[in-house]
């Protein structure tokens, strides 16, 4: 009895796990590339774009990024820099975001070709820009373009819904499951278990093919899951991680959760300037007993908010453990708004600060990075893999049904 029930379910797993897998073949395959790609996104990048990220010769003092910050603007009355850096590493530009301003006339936004600018430091003097995300495959937009890619693919926001951020969060929870699948259906029993940790690689054709796809998995099955299960904290986190996970502990609300965000259109200037957020921000980070310096500074029109990042020139990545602190302030009045500091808060807060440094491999600095790009690739071959197994079977079962239907034609 206990045999015939296992059977059985067996059977109806290896379905799932089938069409889980082809449903989500070509997804994974892109987001695995690219994720062993986007790892090195920023190395990738200066490499690719070196007038971006490496300074020009110029005579004078290298100025702060508060500085070329306001430089920038009274060059340009139609854009805001919206993200800057405090400070450059030696021979770097300074990496500013930037949006646009609301025409007096029209009180629409002006039209800007470029979203994100590279600054020299000593002369002040934009170096490059480009479209941040854009649809190109230009060496300016090629990395971006990847990055955008590993989790949206690009696709449109409809009625207000980022169609690709919820399809590859939907991707993220059904390979969760077909994970928890997969595993069951690769030990079929105790006694053949070494079995599922092996590699024919003598056999070679469809035997190593297989090996790979189901052996290559058990040996980083946990690693598999981990990048799962964030994936979706990554693109439903407001929908589906944070719920769930408030339900086995208190969540800290964020800055943001409080205020409603206001059209383009209805976007007012900071009362007050990023000089004097800094300051505000240094003056609590020294009361919390921080050594590090102000790292970056951002402007969020829709919200109302200023952040202030600590960290050094270079970590604006956060490239070890979970991440950079951040203070949040009212652009309006200054007043604290809210905080992210990496470590602190419920377990709740924490497991949910873990989820891009995990995701990222950061969490572990170079070797982790190193490993999710190793894992990125994985991913890519197990997909195929997966398809090919699939190819194969078919082609075994339409043959056979061929050829129970030429012996039945000759009978």
């Known amino acids: 009895m206990w045999s015939l029930l296992r059977d059985s379910m067996r059977a109806v797993l290896v379905l799932l796990h089938r069409w889980f897998g082809l449903g989500m073949a070509v997804f994974l395959f892109i987001a695995g590339a690219t994720g062993a790609i986007i790892s090195w996104d920023h190395e990738l990048d200066a490499w690719l774009n070196p007038t971006l990220f490496y300074a020009q010769p110029g005579n004078g003092p290298v100025k702060s990024g508060l500085e070329l910050a306001n430089l920038v603007e009274a060059r340009n009355a139609q854009l805001r820099v919206s993200y800057v850096l405090s400070a450059s590493e030696p021979g770097q530009t300074i990496t500013m975001m ?3 301003r609301l025409d007096p006339a029209s009180r629409k936004p002006y039209v800007l070709d470029y979203n994100q600018i590279a600054v020299n430091p000593v002369t002040g003097l934009i170096q490059g820009r480009r479209m941040w ?14 990055y955008k890619l590993h989790y949206t693919l690009h696709l449109p926001q409809v009625g207000g819904i980022e169609l690709g951020i919820w399809l590859m969060g939907l991707v993220g929870i059904v390979w969760s499951i077909d994970c928890l699948v997969a595993l069951w259906l690769a030990f079929p029993n105790w006694k053949s278990w070494r079995k599922s940790f ?7 054709g469809h035997k190593l093919n297989f090996d790979l796809h189901r052996s290559g998995g058990v040996w980083v099955w946990a690693l598999l899951l981990v990048m799962a299960v964030t994936s979706i904290s990554m693109n439903l986190e407001s929908q589906v991680t944070r719920p769930i996970i408030a339900r086995f502990s208190t969540l800290t609300p964020s800055a943001f959760d409080s205020r409603i965000p206001v059209a383009p259109e209805q976007v007012v200037e900071p009362a007050m300037s990023r000089e004097q957020i800094v300051q505000l921000a240094r003056a609590e980070g020294v009361r919390r007993g921080w050594q590090l310096p102000v790292g970056g500074v951002f402007y969020s029109s829709a919200f109302g908010l200023y952040g202030v990042g600590f960290f050094a020139p270079g970590n604006d990545h956060g490239d070890v453990g979970l991440g950079n602190a951040w203070l949040y302030f009212d ?3 200054g007043k604290p708004a809210g ?11 924490i497991f949910i600060q873990a989820q891009f440094a995990l995701h990222s491999g950061r969490i572990l600095g170079l070797p982790g990075r190193l490993l999710i790009s190793f894992m990125g690739a994985l991913v890519a071959m197990l997909s195929m893999t997966g398809v090919i197994i699939w190819m194969r079977k078919r082609q075994a079962r339409v043959h056979q049904q061929n050829k129970l239907a030429a012996q039945m034609a000759v009978t």
Request: aromatic share 8%.
């Open 339 to 349: 905080a992210r500091i990496p470590g602190s808060g419920t377990a709740g807060d």
């Open 133 to 146: 995300g854009e649809i190109s495959l230009k060496r300016e937009n090629l990395l971006p373009f990847l």
């Open 198 to 204: 092996a590699f024919r690689w003598k056999e070679g």
């Open 98 to 100: 930037v949006e646009p």
């Open 331 to 333: 652009a309006a009045s």
